[in-house]
């Protein structure tokens, strides 16, 4: 069982930054495929970006250049720094994580045995 426990939401101005952090309890954090979902309001969840164990990364189109996941697997965490915040980034933020060292791309919400409860993100 593994749980995960986020931070670091808030509300911003738009073209501002956040870094959202997820605190893992896991002995084998490290062979996992790691993962940030966001669900806005009347939306689908959909993946954010990915980081395998041994660090590959993904994005989604609509963050790729502004976004970047990392991970510090001595202290079993996962990040998403977020810069050039726009309004449409507006939604709950949610940590991930599924038993394997690669991420099927792209990410299904579906694939993850895993969640956080979620940090609001709000840009206005």
């Known amino acids: 069982q593994v749980q995960l426990v986020e931070s670091g939401g808030g509300s911003v101005q738009a073209g501002g930054s956040l870094r959202l952090s997820c605190i893992a309890s896991?002995?084998?954090?490290?062979?996992?495929?790691m993962a940030w979902f966001r669900q806005a309001p009347g939306k689908e969840r959909e993946g954010v970006a990915t980081i395998e164990s041994g660090g590959t990364t993904s994005y989604a189109d609509s963050v790729k250049g502004r976004f970047t996941i990392s991970k510090d697997n001595a202290i079993k965490t996962l990040y998403l720094r977020m810069n050039s915040l726009k309004p449409e980034d507006t939604a709950m933020y949610y940590c991930?994580?599924?038993?394997?060292?690669?991420?099927?791309?792209?990410?299904?919400?579906?694939?993850?045995?895993?969640w956080g409860q979620g940090t609001q993100v709000t840009v206005s």
């Open positions: 991930a994580a599924r038993e394997g060292r690669w991420c099927a791309l792209p990410p299904s919400e579906a694939d993850f045995q895993y």
């Open positions: 896991a002995s084998t954090y490290g062979t996992y495929c």
